[in-house]
């Protein structure tokens, strides 16, 4: 186990109609706030009607920005910093999923600064101070609810980078299962991928003596393997939908990481798809981490047959550890494709002829990941690996 | 899942040689320290030292207050208190373990209160106001590095009492594994069983659907069962004492609750043995928790056939639920005999006379309890069952 220094400060408020609270969170750290949000969703069942009461309730003031979309722009973002500066907003209240709170997160940051925000993004400028961010956590995936990062794209160029900061770390974080109901099922599929990633970016690591750690990883990904298929089949399961929506935040909220390397290559991948294709961050990872797997499993044998017997309960042949090792990957492309997701390129309609361009970019700062380090060439034989 | 409101605050500056920055993190938060700790054992194992050395680097001033003996006095903390106010000190730093931590905690309550700070822990007064403190661990087993309890003992009387708040909770806890290689084995076990305790207390629960919390408690669980024997063969085997050290803090951080209605009726328990007779909390626990497992497991068999085969690796037999229940519960209590501790109150040296007297005055504010409520005579029969 490495050294490491963890904590994490945002207060989770979690359960049926949680959301109607909001407006007493939000006056504790700010009196005007800008609303972000993204599409309509929130307005169609009745979220952004309840946030505006609670809201309006606890005397808070308001603005409004709408408009997130998934994959979220640095042209929002520099609109959003813009809006908060003029109507000298105290807070930003995120209400939606990993989109809307990354963008809250770019707009808090951009607030204190007078360059372009996306310099932060670039690794052109530090991170010194951030406005406040609430969250009303609308679908369960990207974990930004606690965490303490931030993925934006630059649409001149396709660019997709992250910041990572404590001072991002939204205040509280509010979580009504019963807010998911209405996601579309690709949606749900999506967010476990995204989850399930999260875990494993982690899991696969090239640091000794990480029991608990690892224990606690494979207990959040059989929460999310049970509870997927079960919410897939009926998108009104509470209970199912509560452990999901839990685990989520836990995955990405740092306590996973502890005294660990850690890897994330394939979400550096993954972000070169997105950024130029715009497909689902989540569906992306469905296609990458497979291909990704298997051409890292043979570095260490030991840990993949682990995750193979522990996650997927495949009986370990320990004369063949190879074996047993890619059962387990086998596995883990197989449940993406039965809730519903892609598992390569082709499915996603993404040809070959710009893997060479993303292999690149996803390397330009040199190689990504440390379980297996990945150069361009690695990376593209990845891509290539992932076609069909 | 029943809903839930969870935010942990605490700091955690985890492994090896951590205990040397504890100045610059006292600093942040005072200027003048109550340096709280027990008996000489972190004077005989340099830990004293390295702490004043770090204080006085980072320019802060301490007043001392050692003699903190296990199962802490309301007496001491009296006088922590008197010392506290006479020296006006800000912050209070515990160097120890759960015990001096909740002693630290109580002379901080204390501080802000003209009465007398056992209101607090016999429910006569209302926490509206702490000193922080700060934590350098020397014994992982109470959890209290980044619990919001603390628990005292009144000798006249022989009361041991809790008191629950948010601000107690520490703001920074210093966790330096290669601390506690110097801990004999008997405090060792000790702390592993009261850590399972920790997790069993939420883990036997009447609130239907915490797959994760459940899953997370085993994970919990098989940790210190795989590491606790590898401590007491190799008392300096770091990787296993790092593993005990972090799962004790998430054992009792309250993440292992979150959605769950816990129990705690073998801690109240417990408290009766170690209040009148001055046994190790671990220890009484040991005998404690399996008497109490065997009266109540019929409550819900399928909760203890799955704690038998998650936990333990009981194959379950599926028409047998009572038989694989009954399984776990003795691997728990072969457990406990095979870590060294007694299982059986006669082990402990407790004979039967002063039953009755602890089984009243456990349940003197009604029954305890909630997986099964217990009243004065379920109580006195559990310690009968535990008498040999």
């Known amino acids: 186990?490495?050294?490491?220094?963890?904590?994490?400060?945002?207060?989770?408020?979690?359960?049926?109609?949680?959301?109607?609270?909001?407006?007493?969170?939000?006056?504790?750290?700010?009196?005007?706030?800008?609303?972000?949000?993204?599409?309509?969703?929130?307005?169609?069942?009745?979220?952004?009607?309840?946030?505006?009461?609670?809201?309006?309730?606890?005397?808070?003031?308001?603005?409004?920005?709408?408009?997130?979309?998934?994959?979220?722009?640095?042209?929002?973002?520099?609109?959003g910093i813009e809006l908060a500066k003029e109507e000298s907003v105290d807070f930003i209240l995120a209400v939606g999923g990993g989109s809307v709170i990354d963008s809250a997160k770019a707009i808090a940051v951009g607030y204190f600064y007078d360059g372009d925000v996306w310099d932060f993004y670039y690794g052109d400028a530090e991170i010194t101070e951030a406005l406040p961010v609430g969250v009303v956590l609308t679908i369960p995936a990207a974990g930004s609810e606690s965490s303490t990062s931030s993925v934006v794209t630059k649409l001149d160029g396709m660019y997709k980078r992250s910041i990572d900061s404590k001072l991002i770390r939204p205040k509280f974080a509010i979580m009504n299962p019963e807010i998911?109901?209405?996601?579309?099922?690709?949606?749900?599929?999506?967010?476990?991928?995204?989850?399930?990633?999260?875990?494993?970016?982690r899991y696969f690591t090239n640091t000794d003596n990480v029991e608990y750690t690892d224990r606690l990883s494979e207990a959040s990904l059989k929460t999310i393997i049970n509870n997927t298929p079960k919410v897939l089949e009926n998108n009104e399961d509470y209970a199912a939908r509560a452990e999901i929506m839990w685990v989520g935040s836990n995955a990405h909220n740092g306590l996973l990481g502890t005294g660990r390397e850690e890897d994330w290559s394939s979400h550096g991948m993954e972000h070169?798809?997105?950024?130029?294709?715009?497909?689902?961050?989540?569906?992306?990872?469905?296609?990458?981490?497979?291909?990704?797997?298997?051409?890292?499993?043979?570095?260490?044998?030991?840990?993949?047959?682990?995750?193979?017997?522990?996650?997927?309960?495949?009986d370990p042949d320990f004369k063949d550890l190879e074996w047993t090792a890619r059962q387990g990957i086998k596995k883990t492309k197989e449940f993406f494709s039965q809730i519903g997701m892609p598992v390569t390129l082709k499915e996603l309609d993404i040809p070959a002829k710009r893997l060479e361009e993303m292999a690149e970019k996803a390397t330009e700062n040199g190689p990504i990941g440390s379980f297996v380090e990945l150069d361009t060439e690695d990376v593209l034989t990845i891509y290539n690996n992932a076609l069909e």
Chains 1, 2 share one sequence.
């Not at 049926?16 to 309509?40: N, P």
């Not at 992306?284 to 797997?293: D, K, R």
């Open 1 to 79: 186990m490495q050294n490491f220094t963890y904590q994490n400060t945002t207060k989770i408020v979690f359960g049926k109609g949680k959301e109607e609270d909001v407006g007493e969170y939000t006056a504790k750290h700010g009196s005007k706030v800008l609303l972000h949000y993204g599409g309509g969703s929130i307005k169609k069942y009745g979220t952004y009607d309840k946030v505006i009461e609670s809201l309006e309730a606890a005397g808070v003031e308001y603005v409004e920005l709408g408009g997130v979309e998934p994959n979220p722009k640095l042209s929002l973002v520099q609109e």
């Open 272 to 314: 070169e798809l997105s950024g130029i294709y715009d497909v689902a961050h989540g569906a992306g990872l469905a296609v990458v981490f497979p291909a990704w797997m298997n051409y890292v499993y043979q570095h260490d044998l030991e840990r993949f047959a682990q995750f193979a017997h522990r996650v997927w309960d495949v």
């Open 180 to 201: 998911t109901f209405t996601l579309p099922n690709y949606q749900t599929a999506c967010g476990a991928v995204d989850i399930m990633a999260h875990i494993m970016e």
